[in-house]
T-cell receptor, first 115, second 115 residues
Framework: DAGVTQSPTHLIKTRGQHVTLRCSPI?????VSWYQQVLGQGPQFIFQ???????GRGNFPDRFSARQFPNYSSELNVNALLLGDSALYLC??????????????FGQGTRLTVV | AQSVTQLGSHVSVSEGALVLLRCNYS??????LFWYVQYPNQGLQLLLK??????LVKGINGFEAEFKKSETSFHLTKPSAHMSDAAEYFC?????????????FGTGTLLAVQP
């Protein structure tokens, strides 16, 4: 079975531009979460979607938005890019919202560089 | 609020030596705890998880972790390090409350294995 797939793998953008990152969860998984991992730090939670509804949002500005489609794939959008948005963006999928009984599977990430 | 603290951002061991990576948690309720590994330019892979069933948890690749409530610790160990264990390791706790199963990560420990 295919794991969590993210595209693109690498991206270079200029300050002020907009970017869209994409994620396809594991087949049968209804939840997608997005995390930002700045170099040298642990991943930070951005959003979680379940059954196409936003279930949680981390401490990120409104420039960050996301959505989940009927096939459970997801997009993360970032507007007005800043240098500080340079990071590895990770997508994780899980079967449900259960805290302990469901494992989060991570994709390989999208490396975004803002210049 | 829940959190995890990883002591030691860099740990170096010799091949064949014991691996000990430290993680302490803060939680007002019984936590769900996880250890993830990240190889260079990769996403996160789950090593093991504690969900209150047993205090000694065995994971993949010979790793195990022991939940100690009295010490609020969940240290990761492996009896004999292998060169392929060189990676970054993250401890995480599943956030209690709310409508998500988001993970709160520590800052990571980079493990180097010397020949």
């Amino acid at each position: 079975d295919a794991g969590v797939t993210q595209s693109p793998t690498h991206l270079i953008k200029t300050r002020g531009q907009h970017v869209t990152l994409r994620c396809s969860p594991i087949s049968g998984h209804k939840s997608v979460s997005w995390y930002q991992q700045v170099l040298g730090q642990g991943p930070q939670f951005i959003f979680q979607y379940y059954e196409k509804e936003e279930r949680g949002r981390g401490n990120f500005p409104d420039r960050f938005s996301a959505r989940q489609f009927p096939n459970y794939s997801s997009e993360l959008n970032v507007n007005a890019l800043l240098l500080g948005d340079s990071a590895l963006y990770l997508c994780a999928s899980s079967k449900s919202l259960s805290r302990g009984n469901t494992e989060a599977f991570f994709g390989q990430g999208t490396r975004l560089t803002v210049v | 609020a829940q959190s995890v603290t990883q002591l030691g951002s860099h740990v170096s061991v010799s091949e064949g030596a014991l691996v000990l990576l430290r993680c302490n948690y803060s939680s007002s309720v019984p936590p769900y705890l996880f250890w993830y590994v990240q190889y260079p330019n990769q996403g996160l892979q789950l090593l093991l998880k504690y969900t209150s069933a047993a205090t000694l948890v065995k994971g993949i690749n010979g790793f195990e972790a022991e939940f100690k409530k009295s010490e609020t610790s969940f240290h990761l160990t492996k009896p004999s390090a292998h060169m392929s264990d060189a990676a970054e390791y993250f401890c995480a706790v599943s956030e209690e409350g709310g409508a998500t199963n988001k993970l709160i990560f520590g800052t990571g420990t980079l493990l180097a294995v010397q020949p």
